[in-house]
T-cell receptor, first 109, second 112 residues
Framework: ELKVEQNPLFLSMQEGKNYTIYCNYS?????LYWYRQDPGKSLESLFV?????AVKQEGRLMASLDTKARLSTLHITAAVHDLSATYFC?????????FGAGTRLTVKP | DGGITQSPKYLFRKEGQNVTLSCEQN?????MYWYRQDPGQGLRLIYY???????QKGDIAEGYSVSREKKESFPLTVTSAQKNPTAFYLC???????????FGSGTRLTVV
């Protein structure tokens, strides 16, 4: 059974600091997704990572994928308050997408 | 504009009632999914469908039922057998063997 584990589950950062969220998964897959969810809202797609070594960046967020280690990271650079949200990774095996528990990020001034 | 629409946004259910959540998409996506999200937790798969008139149970299908009579529509019924239905329900759709899902805006169901 595919399991997806994120850590940390809760992250409180100060503005301007850097941090990394980790996503481990248990079964071989080359489709890894990162989503953002604001409170009470739906999921917004951030990144789609489709191959080993894939790296994508958007603003202060950068995601990478190591399929051999079954690990993806979401790196936050110089955090700002607007990044406060819950971030989910998800792994797709044969059209069956499984989600991590989410990382609730709070960026404080 | 193409998209996926869930309704209602908020729904209240009395004990013992069945309620139906609507999910409609005009993206011509083959597959549709229902997820449940509890406060502070991730998404758990309830049911999914990859083709009209066919659907499969997810991890937490007990107490729920679905139908897929049209490609565009995948309604979810929360039956009285679901003992703890209060949650946020998200519908999603995708093209098979493509990359990523499109999510609806969600329905928040509360038992009163």
């Amino acid at each position: 059974e595919l399991k997806v584990e994120q850590n940390p589950l809760f992250l409180s950062m100060q503005e301007g600091k850097n941090y990394t969220i980790y996503c481990n998964y248990s079964t071989t897959s080359d489709r890894l997704y990162w989503y953002r969810q604001d409170p009470g809202k739906s999921l917004e797609s951030l990144f789609v990572l489709l191959s080993n070594g894939a790296v994508k960046q958007e603003g202060r967020l950068m995601a990478s994928l190591d399929t051999k280690a079954r690990l993806s990271t979401l790196h936050i650079t110089a955090a700002v308050h607007d990044l406060s949200a819950t971030y989910f990774c998800a792994v797709d095996i044969e059209n069956d997408m499984r989600f991590g528990a989410g990382t609730r990020l709070t960026v404080k001034p | 504009d193409g998209g996926i629409t869930q309704s209602p946004k908020y729904l209240f259910r009395k004990e013992g009632q069945n309620v139906t959540l609507s999910c409609e998409q005009n993206l011509n996506h083959d597959a549709m999914y229902w997820y449940r999200q509890d406060p502070g937790q991730g998404l758990r798969l309830i049911y999914y469908s990859q083709i009209v008139n066919d659907f499969q149970k997810g991890d937490i299908a007990e107490g729920y039922s679905v139908s897929r009579e049209k490609k565009e529509s995948f309604p979810l019924t929360v039956t009285s057998a679901q003992k703890n239905p209060t949650a946020f329900y998200l519908c999603a759709s995708s093209i098979l063997d493509s990359y990523g899902y499109t999510f609806g805006s969600g329905t928040r169901l509360t038992v009163v």
